[in-house]
T-cell receptor, first 110, second 111 residues
Framework: QQQVKQSPQSLIVQKGGISIINCAYE??????FPWYQQFPGKGPALLIA?????SEKKEGRFTISFNKSAKQFSLHIMDSQPGDSATYFC?????????FGAGTILRVKS | DSGVTQTPKHLITATGQRVTLRCSPR?????VYWYQQSLDQGLQFLIQ???????AKGNILERFSAQQFPDLHSELNLSSLELGDSALYFC??????????FGNGTRLTVT
């Protein structure tokens, strides 16, 4: 049962462009929505997170947009750089269980 | 560097064997989580321990078990290994709940 659906599977963006990754969840009991970034050979690292009482959160070039009624949230990477090339996972948490999306492989072309 | 240490980095073993993966959490973190990452299943939550006690269980097979010791390090034991158990196994730690801090994983190859 896939509780968090993530799209697209892969994404190619030009340097300086905007990267957008979308996630949708089913369980309205989720109360924490983080995004993790994973480089090859490394573990996932927390990038940015949001709680459902907020519609948007921005940290530098990274922004989460959250739509509670639609049960969707997205990650926007502004001015994408080659160093942003990585796999991005959205996740949703209820209690102590973090459920991950399938991941998006982002490649930023220079 | 997340501060979470996992050993070994790589492990190659045969079907039917048993292996133990080890995790040392960040200093001060009481919770340890185990995740399995495979190409077709993504990141799957296996189990969580908090201060030595099992706190939550996910899609962990009966052939797998884990424990957290008094010094807070954790071990994940995988037995009667099958080819399908080949994956990356990640440990993460936290003070209690989120955010989680992940180690760099143990890559298990079952031949």
């Amino acid at each position: 049962q896939q509780q968090v659906k993530q799209s697209p599977q892969s994404l190619i963006v030009q340097k300086g462009g905007i990267s957008i990754i979308n996630c949708a969840y089913e369980n309205t009991a989720f109360d924490y929505f983080p995004w993790y970034q994973q480089f090859p050979g490394k573990g996932p690292a927390l990038l940015i997170a949001i709680r459902p009482d907020v519609s948007e959160k921005k940290e530098g070039r990274f922004t989460i947009s959250f739509n509670k009624s639609a049960k969707q949230f997205s990650l926007h990477i502004m001015d994408s750089q080659p160093g942003d090339s990585a796999t991005y996972f959205c996740a949703a948490e209820r209690g102590n269980k973090l459920v991950f999306g399938a991941g998006t492989i982002l490649r930023v072309k220079s | 560097d997340s501060g979470v240490t996992q050993t070994p980095k790589h492990l190659i073993t045969a079907t039917g064997q048993r292996v133990t993966l080890r995790c040392s959490p960040r200093s001060g973190d009481l919770s340890v989580y185990w995740y399995q990452q495979s190409l077709d299943q993504g990141l799957q939550f296996l189990i969580q321990y908090y201060n030595g006690e099992e706190r939550a269980k996910g899609n962990i097979l009966e052939r797998f078990s884990a424990q957290q010791f008094p010094d807070l390090h954790s071990e994940l034991n995988l037995s009667s290994l099958e080819l399908g158990d080949s994956a990356l196994y990640f440990c993460a730690s936290s003070v209690g709940g989120s955010p989680l801090h992940f180690g760099n994983g143990t890559r298990l190859t079952v031949t």
